[in-house]
């Protein structure tokens, strides 16, 4: 089997409703998809988490053409081959997510000719569903924030999630009032984290987590600077909930000193951006090695939830209980077409869980025309 062409999908799409978090204000969902085609017919998606123009450039015009004509399903090798070519300008960020996109894209093809469910060929899954929390609680200026997530949290409970994830970065007042409103809406037994997509200095994040302790909160997710694994230690030497993060941070490379350092508790590395299957199962491998629980972060299309799961079902239990650890997977509630609209056979969600899909590959059909209708053209 041989690579025979190597198409960038950039979508774009207006949101109905803005929103925000501590960082950006979105008014538009953008990702970039790869479709790899083979002398066998076969094609494999994969997509970027990764800002679009670069991410297709980088694709296009830089790794599409060191691979034409290899085999798709010699992942290793071409992951090797891959990052090699890029190591000496681009270690991490954008020339690591197009290596993603295309690692999940070879690994679709390799499962699918294979015919089985991706998960299979990375270790297989114990169970038929991944219980998810519910990622929303985003800012937003049609409604007071408080009747916003009240009736977030109630709709999230009455769809069956068991968790669910609250953004915080309004300061540390604000944040806490907000995160009280919805556990006191959900009630206890419900699991719930919160992330500050980096807004806070150490001392800060440390008052925001001694305020909401008290409210049984599952981690506390990028609380200080992705760069700043000291401020990590900090704050986790000084607070009672775990630290979770890992979405900016990229390859094995990347993730080592974080776990060698215990400067987490849960790591969240994208499979769209890290490097892939092939980088994240080792990533993966090391966090098992230091105490530290993954669970991928998933913020893209209908194929990036698909590549999130495979991988975390095929993950074993960690620590090696009967039922101690409680898998739980992201799954983004926001507004976002390319994950609802694109996809003929997305991933099922079901009371709260996603269905492992039986079908071969990341087990995901396009809709090639609600591909086109996204399309950028600029
Ligand atoms: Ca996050």
Redesign the pocket.
């Known amino acids: 089997m041989k690579i025979t062409g190597i198409e960038t999908f950039t979508l774009r799409a207006p949101l109905e409703e803005p929103f925000a978090y501590s960082q950006w204000r979105y008014t538009h969902r953008e990702t970039t998809l790869v479709e790899v085609r083979t002398s066998e017919g076969i094609t494999g998606w994969g997509e970027a988490y990764s800002p679009s123009a670069p991410v297709a450039a980088a694709i296009d015009r830089f790794l599409a053409p060191l691979v034409i004509g290899r085999d798709p399903r010699d992942v290793e090798d071409l992951w090797q081959f891959l990052y090699a070519r890029g190591l000496d300008y681009g270690p991490k960020g954008t020339l690591v997510a197009a290596i993603s996109a295309l690692d999940i894209a070879f690994w679709d093809i390799k499962a699918r000719a294979a015919h089985v469910p991706l998960y299979r060929l990375l270790g297989g899954a114990r169970t038929e569903s991944i219980p998810c929390y519910a990622t929303g609680f985003y800012f937003r200026e049609s409604e007071t924030l408080e009747r916003r997530f009240a009736k977030e949290a109630e709709a999230y409970a009455s769809e069956g999630f068991t968790a669910m994830k609250v953004k915080v970065g309004l300061g540390v007042d604000r944040d806490a009032e907000l995160v009280e409103l919805v556990r006191r809406t959900i009630g206890p037994g419900i699991g719930l984290m919160i992330?500050a997509?980096h807004a806070y200095d150490p001392v800060t994040a440390v008052r925001l987590a001694r305020r909401i302790e008290r409210f049984d909160i599952t981690w506390f997710?990028?609380p200080v600077s992705p760069l700043d694994p000291d401020g990590y230690l900090e704050v986790k030497a000084r607070i009672a909930i775990p630290l979770a993060g890992g979405?900016c941070e990229f390859t094995r490379f990347g993730f080592e000193p974080w776990f060698r350092r215990r400067a987490l508790d849960y790591a969240q590395p994208d499979l769209c951006a890290c490097g892939g299957i092939t980088e994240g199962m080792k990533i993966a491998a090391l966090a098992s090695l230091h105490q530290v629980h993954v669970t991928p972060?998933a913020w893209g299309s209908a194929i990036g939830q698909a590549a999130a799961l495979h991988f975390y079902a095929a993950r074993p239990r960690h620590p090696g209980t009967l039922t101690a650890e409680r898998k739980v997977i992201e799954c983004d509630r926001s507004e976002n077409p390319f994950r609802t609209e694109i996809a003929v056979s997305p991933v099922r969600l079901e009371r709260g869980s996603w269905l492992l899909p039986d079908g071969p590959g990341l087990g995901v059909g396009i809709d090639r025309g609600a591909l086109e209708r996204f399309r950028a053209t600029a």
Do not use: M, P
């Open positions: 992330d997509n997710e990028e979405e972060h």
